[in-house]
């Protein structure tokens, strides 16, 4: 089996075009920086502690995420039965190992608003190494749900903590819990407040002089890593999620 991390990162990447928080409670922050190895991300430390600001835009506009990084993923929600015992349910069954299921509710928004200024920022700094990234863009939750399959057939059944008639995923003041699972390799169960998506920025070098500007990371070279030279003329481009 690959390595929890690796599985729920590639998955978000491929199905969403965002980058995976890994571990999905991690803190993360407009501003912090760090090295990208494969999709996932190593925070080094925060564009503050570097003297470098920035102004941030935010929406409160409140999406609902959700992915599957197969389609051998069945979810069915089941209304509450009756008698004083009947709990609303998601059921989930996995039809394959290594299996990813998400669901986000009650997202929001938040970026740093000028990237091209923050690039320029970074450039005058004259240490920002080439290979660190950025966090430009954050996508936190009000509740999170997801479950790794660890084997063929594996399964988990969540449950209204409350009197509800039905799970509404997109409701995030619906409490829900984990009642019966089986061969789930990893568990997020209805946790509150995390960060699950984010947005990255860093530098590419600038052709045909082999100068540093800034491309999305998709299309990075290899290298040595070299601090950014400050009047380097470049342009910070975000990675479109």
Same mark, same amino acid.
């Given at each position: ?12 990447? !491929? *199905? =969403? #075009? ?8 991690? /803190? ?16 080094? #430390?925060? =564009? ?16 609902? *995420? ?15 039965? *009756? @008698? /004083? ?33 923050? @690039?320029?920022?970074? $450039? ?15 996508? /936190? ?9 660890? &084997? ?27 009642? !019966? ?9 209805? $946790? ?17 002089? #082999?100068?540093?500007?800034?491309? /999305? ?12 030279? &400050? ?11």
């Amino acid at each position: 089996m690959d390595a929890i991390q690796t599985i729920y990162t590639r998955a978000a990447r !491929k *199905k =969403l #075009g965002y980058y995976a928080n890994w571990e999905p409670s991690r /803190p993360l922050a407009l501003g912090d920086y760090g090295l990208l190895r494969g999709q996932h991300f190593e925070r080094i #430390g925060s =564009l503050t502690s570097l003297g470098v600001t920035w102004v941030a835009q935010t929406n409160d506009n409140e999406s609902h *995420k959700k992915f599957t990084s197969s389609n051998s993923v069945s979810a069915v929600l089941k209304a509450k039965g *009756k @008698g /004083p015992g009947g709990k609303a349910k998601l059921e989930v069954a996995f039809g394959s190992a290594n299996t990813v299921f998400l669901d986000a509710a009650g997202c929001t928004y938040q970026a740093i608003e000028d990237k091209r200024a923050l @690039g320029q920022a970074l $450039e005058a700094l004259g240490n920002f190494q080439s290979n660190w990234v950025v966090v430009t863009d954050l996508i /936190p939750a009000k509740r999170s749900i997801m479950a790794i399959s660890s &084997a063929e057939k594996a399964n988990i059944t969540f449950e209204a903590l409350g009197a509800v008639d039905a799970i509404d995923l997109a409701d995030a003041s619906i409490e829900i819990g984990a009642k !019966k699972q089986s061969a789930i390799g990893y568990l997020v169960d209805a $946790e509150k407040g995390f960060t699950p998506f984010f947005g990255l920025c860093g530098f590419k070098p600038r052709f045909p002089f #082999g100068n540093e500007g800034l491309r /999305p990371l998709s299309q990075r070279a290899g290298g040595q890593a070299k601090p950014v030279v &400050a009047d380097v003329a470049s342009e910070l481009v975000f990675l479109q999620l």
